[in-house]
């Protein structure tokens, strides 16, 4: 399965499992990502971190290790 980090700019997904352990998965589910809910990547820094997504009609900013540890088809 792949992971928000690797999705393309432009396309929209849809959480299927949170990686990850104690404060920073918490971290994650408090910002408002969750099992089932969509996600379209709007952009990516020229490094790749962080990226820009929206998320429940909000932008939110994620580095990439957060970015790996939700996974999405």
Do not use: H, N
Not at 29 to 40: A, E, H, N, P
Not at 65 to 71: G, P, T, V
Request: proline share 4%.
């Amino acid at each position: 399965m792949k992971t928000l980090r690797e999705v393309a700019c432009g396309q929209t997904v849809t959480v299927k499992k949170l990686s990850g352990a104690g404060p920073v998965k918490r971290r994650i589910m408090d910002m408002g990502i969750t099992k089932g809910v969509s996600i379209y990547v709007r952009k990516v820094a020229p490094l790749g971190d962080p990226i820009e997504v929206t998320v429940r009609g909000y932008e939110l900013s994620l580095r990439k290790a957060d970015a790996e540890m939700i996974e999405v088809e």
